[in-house]
Nanobody, 114 residues
Framework: QVQLVESGGGSVQPGGSLRLSCAAS????????MAWYRQAPGKERDLVAH???????HYVDSAKGRFTISRDNAKNTVYLQMDSLKPEDTGVYYC????????WGQGTQVTVSS
């Protein structure tokens, strides 16, 4: 069973940057499609971006041009580089498989506010 631990969140001003990390335990990480999700206050947990084992990426429209998802299969880790942050990016960020297959981690809080 894959276990996920997110880190790297924080509080930043609009226009700032953060880099999130997700460490995954378990085997066969390199073949998994991994994704980042955001849960804004009072809203559902929504997809932000995903990446295949080979590095192909997909972003939702709000993340295109500002966020970059990447992975290091040797370290069983997936990253989300977030630039030009906006207040609407605020929320708890989680990683999981593309089909939300695994138990959720604790997430990491991102707050964008002036």
């Amino acid at each position: 069973q894959v276990q996920l631990v997110e880190s790297g969140g924080g509080s930043v001003q609009p226009g700032g940057s953060l880099r999130l990390s997700c460490a995954a335990s378990g085997r066969d990480f390199s073949i998994l499609i991994m994704a980042w999700y955001r849960q804004a206050p009072g809203k559902e947990r929504d997809l932000v971006a995903h990446i295949t084992g080979g590095g192909r990426t997909h972003y939702v429209d709000s993340a295109k041009g500002r966020f970059t998802i990447s992975r290091d299969n040797a370290k069983n880790t997936v990253y989300l580089q977030m630039d030009s942050l906006k207040p609407e990016d605020t929320g708890v960020y989680y990683c999981n498989g593309a089909y939300r297959t695994f138990p959720w981690g604790q997430g990491t809080q991102v707050t964008v506010s002036s």
